[in-house]
């Protein structure tokens, strides 16, 4: 055993402030009086990581001393949000932390706002991801998280004359102090080239593949620490680069340039984060990125298991892997090449252990957004895997044919295979082909899966299929973000709640006490003012926090509907300019979020927004009764200050197209009451706040497509509805724009003409609805009455609960709990 240091262990006050001035000067190398800001953020996070690798070790120890299942997390995006904060709350360290520094002379939050977010991922996928890690961890369950360490995270946005515009998020530039480099665990990863098939000497079948290019993924390791817990379990990222020996025959051949640049392509892999959720690009990179993590991650594991003394045919018993959407769902594939070619498994064996081992979350019903790769551009990069899937097909189709007895669309739509003018590979088909367990992530979502894009898997093996209804950590989505309402919780009710969500069903007994009504509003329009003081910084709007803070913050997207909130804005604009006494309760709007990048109708939905600002904030007669804000650069830490700011949170996606959603779960969690469609997890939100505290409007993911197979004409709306007529007429003659009447008309076409997403069809359903919502915030009382009753009711959507369902129903895994000696 180790004898560690007091210095690097210490949780109280005086060791805190002992260990910050020792790693400014040991680490940082400086003194009090020259040291930056920086300096002394990162002699705290040093401080914080000395905590967090005690117990790293300690879990790393535990784990390989006993025989436990791990779970592995296999996905392409983490969006995890700046560490210092959390780790802190996690760390139960907050309050010294802040003391010690105070002490010093320091404020920690000046501190923790240095942090440059890690934004590896776009939205919800990657953030899920994040709040499942912490939840493994706060459960004591051994897991290790794999991805891509991109050297450029998720783009940052500005906003130029109403523009989306992207810059790189060079997210690296100071340092990380939150990862170790594991330079010695590392593999090789091979790409492109040709595979050649013999017999050798006794009698048995070989292949070997000869790439035309290797790369080496080397392990950038960050500790995930649970809430109050010692297990600290690992977030391992992959990043890219030259294999140590490669460019040597460049060399010797004098060839310096080509050695450079090949040194360049290996390093290209991990570079960048694809900034598109929703939309595939089919970009060669992309499936390297997707390769190269899923191998470097199935070589780590197999090393761990092999390791253990435990037999390869004996994998599933070491690790669960839960692969998130198909991104990783090469892994399949790659997990029978190793078998087969590395490990020398018979097939039907290899087969056996990759069932045993993976299982497959779907996030999405836009038929668009499955991921589908031209198999030309499939076998230039991986070869001897497209073979593998051939073969994975041709004994999987064998089976099928029997059972679904030779139909043959049933036999197309379940092949791996898709034919068309050009041959593709479904990836949703191989990761149901492959795993043992298929879930969705909402019980709507999971229903309309079995219903509609794995119809015919659900048929073949119902089995298989599972709902996980996502969840948020409350650690990072209110005991960090919202200090003031956690303490005012916990004053009531105590600290459980924090690991035990359910028990804040004990706050309904105060939803009637005017004292702590009193409070609930005074932190409300605390949080409101503070985020107001926010937006004048960066946007130069001033906001009334008074008014209802109207908030819809998510990734710009036509089915998530951000032009239908607007069409709400124009209409009560319309009301005053046509009556300047109407009475309007006072709102602000705040909108955020990115487009992807070449996404335009997004971007143009965006400088929409803008233009519609521009002429509301300053027309005299509006008196500033509405403000419309678009505040840039969303991200977890923007997100952070938004949430609890929040009045009323906007889920307004079509029915029946937004598979879950989180941040409805942050907002609604943070006090916020729900405006919203019957979508995603809005369903079961519904469910558990009560229909009296739910804003409900619009058509049924049943009844959208019933319209639609009716043969639903937009343009009949528009000329039927007076109000939205106008509305979408100012926009296209310009009256937003300075008279430009072209740049609106690709988003004005679409929504008269297409309307995909039924913008125009809950059009009044929707301003029907925001005029009760209007007529509910009248009664201050009442309405902080249905926000307590909405946050004593939202248990149910901890990642905590979420984790124990995946837990005890896929992976079959148990806490191990860590203890700290020496
Ligand atoms: C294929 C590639 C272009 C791609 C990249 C990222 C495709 C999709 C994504 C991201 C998808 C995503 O974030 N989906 C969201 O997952 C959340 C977590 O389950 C859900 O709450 C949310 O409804 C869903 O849109």
């Not at 680069?241 to 490669?246: D, M, Q, R, V």
């Not at 804005?569 to 709102?587: D, G, M, S």
């Not at 979020?593 to 233009?611: D, R, T, V």
Request: aromatic share 10%; proline share 3%.
């Amino acid at each position: 055993n180790v004898l560690v240091e007091d210095a690097r262990t210490g949780l109280d006050v005086e060791t805190l402030k002992k260990a910050i001035l020792n790693n400014l000067f040991y680490v940082q190398g400086k003194y009090p009086e020259i040291a930056t800001r920086n300096d002394y953020y990162m002699a705290l996070a040093y401080t914080v990581r000395d905590r967090l690798l005690q117990r790293w070790v300690a879990s790393v120890k535990q784990y390989l001393e006993g025989k436990h299942r791990i779970v592995s997390y296999l996905s392409a995006e983490y969006l995890l949000g700046p560490h210092l904060g959390n780790n802190l709350v996690n760390l139960g360290i907050y309050k010294e932390a802040e003391q010690a520094l105070h002490e010093m002379g320091l404020n920690l939050d000046w501190l923790i706002e240095k942090e440059i977010e890690p934004g590896l991922g776009n939205g919800g996928l990657g953030r899920l991801a994040a709040c499942y890690m912490d939840s493994l961890a706060t459960l004591e369950v051994p897991a290790i998280g794999y991805g891509i360490r991109y050297q450029f995270g998720i783009f940052e946005q500005d906003i130029r004359d109403g523009w989306q515009v992207e810059d790189t998020d060079n997210w690296l530039r100071r340092g990380n102090p939150w990862e170790i480099a594991r330079r010695e665990i590392s593999y090789d990863i091979k790409l492109g080239g040709y595979v050649q098939h013999y017999m050798d000497r006794d009698g048995k079948f070989r292949t070997i593949w000869t790439p035309d290019l290797i790369v080496k993924g080397v392990a950038y390791d960050t500790p995930i620490v649970g809430y109050k817990v010692n297990t600290t379990n690992t977030l391992r990222l992959w990043k890219s680069e030259a294999p140590n020996s490669f460019d040597f025959q460049s060399f010797n051949s004098g060839d310096y340039s080509n050695a450079v640049n090949q040194k360049i392509i290996c390093e290209n892999i991990s570079k960048v984060l694809y900034p598109n959720d929703e939309t595939r690009s089919g970009k060669v990179l992309r499936l390297q990125q997707q390769y190269f993590f899923v191998s470097c991650s199935l070589q780590d594991m197999i090393g761990i298991h092999l390791r253990q003394g435990e037999r390869i045919e004996d994998f599933q018993t070491t690790f669960a892997v839960q692969l998130n959407d198909t991104h990783p769902a090469v892994a399949i594939a790659e997990m029978m090449r190793l078998l087969v070619d590395e490990y020398d498994l018979e097939w039907v064996d290899a087969w056996r252990v990759t069932t045993r081992t993976f299982a497959y979350t779907n996030h999405t019903l836009l038929p668009e957004a499955l991921e589908k790769w031209d198999m030309e551009l499939f076998a230039s990069v991986l070869p001897r895997h497209l073979e593998i899937i051939q073969e994975i097909n041709r004994r999987f189709l064998d089976e099928v044919t029997v059972r679904v007895y030779g139909d043959q669309e049933k036999i197309s739509s379940l092949s791996i295979i898709g034919e068309g003018p050009r041959r593709y590979i479904k990836m949703a088909n191989l990761a149901c082909a492959g795993s043992f367990a298929i879930n969705g992530v909402a019980a709507l979502h999971t229903e309309l899966l079995k219903q509609t894009v794995l119809k015919d898997w659900y048929a073949l093996s119902p089995e298989k299929f599972s709902n996980k209804t996502n969840g948020v950590t409350p650690r990072r989505w209110m005991v960090l973000s919202n200090p003031k309402l956690t303490e005012l919780i916990s004053s009531k009710i105590g600290e459980n709640w924090i690991k035990h969500l359910d028990e804040l069903k004990n706050l309904e007994k105060f939803a009637d006490d005017p004292e702590f009504l009193q409070q609930w509003m005074d932190v409300k329009l605390e949080m409101k003012t503070q985020l107001a003081q926010r937006i004048v910084n960066r946007t130069n709007i001033k906001v009334d926090p008074e008014s209802i803070f109207d908030i819809q913050v998510k990734r710009i997207h036509e089915y998530k509907r951000q032009h239908l909130n607007i069409l709400h804005v124009i209409t009560l604009y319309n009301r005053i300019k046509q009556n300047p006494e109407a009475e309007i309760v006072p709102r602000t709007f705040v909108f955020a979020g990115k487009a992807a990048p070449g996404y335009k109708q997004a971007k143009l939905i965006i400088k929409l927004i803008n233009s519609v600002g521009e002429i509301v904030n300053k027309d005299p007669d509006v008196k500033g009764r509405l403000k419309v804000v678009f505040y840039p650069n969303y991200n977890v830490t923007n997100a952070q200050k938004i949430y609890p700011a929040a009045d009323l949170s906007e889920q307004i996606s079509t029915a029946g197209k937004e598979a879950s959603g989180t941040g409805n779960m942050k907002l609604s969690l943070n006090g916020a009451l729900t405006i919203g469609t019957l979508d995603g997890a809005n369903v079961e939100i519904r469910e558990c706040v009560g229909e009296e505290n739910f804003f409900l409007f619009g058509l049924t993911a049943e009844e959208v497509e019933n319209t639609k197979s009716d043969g639903y004409n937009p343009f009949h709306f528009y000329e039927n509805n007076p109000n939205l007529k106008l509305a979408l007429d100012q926009i296209s003659n310009g009256y937003f724009s300075h008279l430009d009447d072209t740049i609106f008309k690709d988003l004005i076409n679409s929504l008269l003409y297409d309307d995909q997403f039924m913008v125009l069809a809950d059009y009044q359903s929707y301003v029907d609805c925001q005029d009760q919502v209007a007529e509910a915030f009248k009664d201050k009382v009442k309405w902080a009455r249905m926000s307590i009753l909405n946050v004593a009711r939202m248990g149910k959507f901890s990642s905590d609960r979420s984790i124990r369902e995946y837990c005890d129903e896929i992976w079959k895994v148990k806490s191990v709990p860590v203890t700290l000696n020496g």
